[in-house]
């Protein structure tokens, strides 16, 4: 699935609380995030998603978490089985880079996404 692992500062809660809902459209197609849940103890959050390509829904979640080792994982939650599509794709590199303008000295360790911020970089 759609992933991104980083190492950085990342403060959930702030990001939960300054988070702005993402809508894209592409004639008919629909992509978007907007409601936010962040777990109690501020180490994960919960983006609820929305992709409609022809005409075809699919709800899921994008699950951000931080690790002990200081890396923070954003990625499709395990949890929903949506169809890996180019908007799904879209979506999450999209929310993906919010949290990487949000995190100050965030660097990428590995992922799936195509990020145009990230071209050239090694991870």
Known sequence: MPHLVFEGDVDLSAYARDYAPVLIRHGKDVLRADRVYVEREQRE??????????????PFYVRISRHTDGSTTLRVDPMTHPERSPGLRELVTTLAEQLLARTRGAKIRATNLVLPSAVGESG
Do not use: F
Request: overall charge neutral; glycine content about 8%.
């Open 45 to 58: 959050v919960l983006i609820e998603a929305l992709v409609v390509e022809a005409g075809r829904k699919m």
